[in-house]
């Protein structure tokens, strides 16, 4: 099966930067991405890596590495809109021609002043 | 149009109703989700459509029954609830079962009394 580790919660100052950790047991590997939901909104996408490295869009980057099953959502120059749960998510093979998304537990981030 | 509506907002319904939740998108989305994500939770997948036939049900109990009538519109059918399945109800979709992106609705807030 599928299980995703990410820390519950992380606090951070406006202006400051913060690292979201995921680490992912699958099966099989079809990618990593991250999705922000603020409370009472929908999730929003926020980024997929397919390959190792660093994507950067913006003030959000999002690194994964394969060989540590592991990647991280960065956040740059910290908001105080930026408070939100940031859930990582990875593919699951639910059949031979069909998968789903399953979803990490989400780490909750409150930006202080 | 990255627009996923859904209808109602909010929804209160007793045990013993019919009730039924609805989705549209036109960004011409051949997959569309439902999931239900309790307070402080990640979305849980319910059902998963791919060009309007059903390809994933994840064990959900009857009294959900989902339909595509068309590749626009996904309805959630709802009967005889329990106050457990109170929960936000999300829809969401993407361009295909293989792309990571999803664009999520903002949910309908269903309460069971």
């Known amino acids: 099966g599928q299980s995703l580790e990410q820390p519950s919660e992380v606090t951070a100052v406006e202006g400051a930067i913060v690292q979201i950790n995921c680490t992912y047991q699958t099966s099989g590997f079809y990618g990593l991405s991250w999705y922000q939901q603020h409370d009472g909104g929908a999730p929003t996408f926020l980024s997929y890596n397919a390959l190792d490295g660093l994507e950067e869009t913006g003030r959000f980057s999002s690194f994964l590495s394969r060989s540590d099953s592991y990647g991280y959502l960065l956040l740059q120059e910290l908001q105080m809109k930026d408070s939100a749960s940031y859930f990582c998510a990875v593919r699951d093979q639910f059949s031979s021609s069909a998968s789903k998304i399953i979803f990490g537990s989400g780490t909750r981030l409150s930006i202080r002043p | ?113």
């Open chain 2, 1 to 113: 149009d990255t627009e996923v509506t859904q209808t109602p907002k909010h929804l209160v319904m007793g045990m013993t109703n019919k009730k039924s939740l609805k989705c549209e998108q036109h960004m011409g989305h051949r997959a569309m989700y439902w999931y239900k994500q309790k307070a402080k939770k990640p979305p849980e997948l319910m059902f998963v459509y791919s060009y309007e036939k059903l390809s994933i049900n994840e064990s959900v109990p009857s009294r959900f029954s989902p339909e595509c009538p068309n590749s626009s519109l996904l309805n959630l059918h709802l009967h005889a609830l329990q106050p457990e399945d109170s929960a936000l109800y999300l829809c969401a979709s993407s361009q295909s079962l293989e792309i990571y992106e999803q664009y999520f609705g903002p949910g309908t807030r269903l309460t069971v009394t």
